[in-house]
């Protein structure tokens, strides 16, 4: 029977190549790429990938291939997870206002993202997001949202503001009842790019929150660019540290702390790069951007002297631009220790850019020393278990969700082989990303 499942498969090549309008719930058949399976085996012979009801069905060198089966010709190209952009906040990153959340999720399918997970939906945006993406689920990446964030009254970003661990429970347990996937909390007086620092929550506070959100089911992660308040909440027990530390070498201490706890890091060297310098970061895009997909206007307006050099708010932004070799040091260190890395771009701040941003992100862990594997893990499988989603999503495996990547060039030989992806599968659908601009 092996032998007719593999005729089956020749004649359907024939056929025109399965597109993003082709009826969705039928099999599909990826035939003859190669896995770059990011668990740590080498990519080896090809392979037939089945999927059926948006599930990978099988991965072997042989498979019977139902006959109605839609079939990608993928010879000669490579299989990798769908990528997740694990800190996204659903903004065109441009410095025109009137984003619309849902478009930019959709605008991120073409660049390989298939997951997003957005740790601030502000106020009735939350809801209006879920609602209109649950008018059509299968046309947007695996989505994950929290309701609001946590902060400090006067500190940074703005948010629930509890004064009391008892009012910080009681707003926990309102964010699980709206369906919140996780709370975010702001721990940061932003000494590393101002010179009059923000205020912070209260310790007892913080520790609430992610008491309380342990207790519900659920993560909590925090914003903790800065040594010592990271390592306060490690120690409470948050899941992951959505920024990298960048005030300061990160201390052996914080790091086995981290191992302790269990803790995830997420470096966001996009976000500090671009915040460093518009300018600068304008080239590295353009450069980056071989298809050149992004708008020269838009471009253009990162160059302007007027939005150079901070604000107002954030007048020490030269410090900022000064430790990018700290921030990238400390990912190199935490990786080499075992801490699991995952990662996340900021997108929606100025400069980082949906879609693009999370293969800059890769390639920049790579450039800061970690190995194309490391960072692949931190977009694909350790991004899934950082919310508890590791067999849901993250692999190419049976059982799993057929959240799949098809790249010309493998990643593994050089991290930026991830611009030439081939087609996107997520959903039961395919994407063309050349056909999306
Ligand atoms: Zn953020």
New binding site residues.
């Given amino acids: 029977m092996k032998h007719a499942g593999l005729f089956f498969a020749a004649l359907s090549i024939l056929a025109a190549d399965a597109t993003a309008q082709d009826s969705a719930e039928a099999p599909l058949a990826i035939l003859g790429a190669r896995l770059v399976d990011t668990s740590g085996a080498e990519s080896g012979d090809p392979v037939i990938v089945l999927v059926q009801d948006r599930i990978i069905q099988a991965v072997a060198g042989e498979i019977e291939i139902p006959s109605d089966a839609r079939v990608i010709n993928a010879e000669g190209k490579y299989l990798l997870p769908g990528l997740a952009d694990m800190?996204n906040?659903l903004r065109s990153g441009t410095f025109v206002p009137g984003d619309k959340p849902a478009q930019i999720l959709q605008q991120m399918l073409p660049w390989g993202i298939t997951t997003v997970f957005d740790?601030?939906v502000h106020g009735s945006a939350y809801q209006l997001l879920r609602d209109e993406i649950s008018k059509d689920p299968d046309s947007f990446p695996r989505v994950f949202l929290t309701n609001g964030l946590f902060t400090a009254p006067k500190g940074w970003g703005r948010g629930h503001e509890p004064l009391s661990a008892s009012e910080a429970r009681t707003m926990v347990q309102s964010m699980h009842a709206s369906g919140s996937d996780a709370v975010k909390l702001m721990y940061d007086d932003m000494s590393w790019a101002t010179t009059r620092p923000f205020a912070v929550l209260d310790p007892a506070i913080m520790a609430a929150i992610i008491d309380e959100a342990h207790r519900l089911g659920m993560k909590a992660f925090v914003?903790a660019p800065v040594l010592e308040l990271a390592a306060e909440a490690v120690a409470a027990g948050v899941d992951c540290l959505?920024h990298g530390i960048i005030s300061d070498p990160i201390s052996p201490e914080l790091i086995e702390s981290m191992l302790e706890h269990g803790t995830c890091y997420m470096s966001t060297l996009t976000m500090f790069y671009t915040n460093a310098g518009y300018a600068a970061w304008a080239d590295r895009l353009e450069e980056f951007d071989k298809y050149d997909r992004l708008d020269p206007a838009m471009l253009e307006a990162f160059r302007l002297p007027a939005v150079q050099g901070g604000t107002a708010r954030l007048d020490n932004i030269a410090f900022a631009a000064q430790q990018l070799p700290v921030l990238r040091a400390n990912l190199l260190r935490v990786a080499n220790a075992g801490v699991p890395i995952v990662l996340g771009t900021?997108t929606g701040?100025p400069g980082v850019l949906p879609g693009i941003a999370l293969q800059m992100e890769l390639v920049m862990h790579v450039d800061a020393g970690l190995s194309s594997r490391q960072a692949l893990d931190g977009a694909t499988r350790n991004a899934a278990a950082m919310l508890d989603q590791a067999s849901v999503f993250g692999s190419i495996a049976p059982g799993l969700a057929a959240d799949i990547l098809i790249v010309d060039a493998n990643p593994l030989e050089d991290i930026r082989n991830i611009r030439e992806i081939y087609r996107v599968i997520h959903a039961g659908r395919v994407y063309d990303p050349q056909l999306a601009r």
Avoid: F, G, Q, V
Wanted: aromatic share 0%.
């Fill in positions: 800190h906040h740790p601030a914003h959505l900021d701040i």
